[in-house]
């Protein structure tokens, strides 16, 4: 890789580390080539994507950036899990961590905040941002359908009651 390739990779990285909502630095060693498929292909499907990239030049590429807290769990085989939504990347990370050994996660950032093993499984446990929306929207449907109900009750009620009249009058 010649200097011009590595500098664009530091820049790739660079725009990843400042955009991301979270990310995630996990040790790899061991994984087949279908096994990081798996991952990839998972984390594509979340909204995320999986990067692997030499420790020296993410080191160089996170000097400034917000999470450059990560920098110290950049060693050995790391491979970076990042998303936009700042919980996707740990939940993709977590569930692949569970069903695999190889696949330890060292830690992440979120924003400026530093993540230990445990930050990133209470991360990976919040709901996600589709989720947080569609909750949102339900919440603010119910007290609109509450309302249209409690304006057609009167109505229908009265109707009722004229039907009941009519009925005792014609008997």
């Known amino acids: 890789m010649d200097r011009a390739q590595k500098e664009q990779l530091v820049d790739e990285l660079g725009q990843i580390f400042e955009s991301s909502g979270v990310v ?3 040790h790899y060693a061991g994984l087949t080539v279908a096994e990081m498929q798996d991952l990839r292909a998972k984390a594509r499907e979340a909204g995320g994507s999986v990067r692997v990239a030499k420790n020296r030049l993410a080191k160089i590429a996170l000097e400034g950036k917000p999470c450059a807290s990560i920098a110290d769990l950049l060693s050995g ?5 990042y998303s936009e939504d700042p919980v996707a990347a740990a939940k993709v990370a977590q569930d692949y961590a569970k069903g695999n050994d190889k696949f330890v996660i060292l830690g992440g950032a979120m924003g400026e905040n530093a993540l230990d093993v445990a930050g990133v499984e209470a ?49």
């Open 24 to 26: 995630v630095v996990s």
């Open 77 to 81: 085989m790391t491979v970076l899990t």
């Open 123 to 171: 991360v990976s446990k919040m709901p996600s941002r589709e989720e947080l929306i569609a909750t949102i929207a339900g919440m603010l449907g119910a007290p609109a359908s509450n309302i249209a109900g409690a304006i057609g009750a009167p109505a229908s009620n009265i109707a009722s009651i004229l039907s009941t009249i009519e009925d005792k009058a014609a008997a």
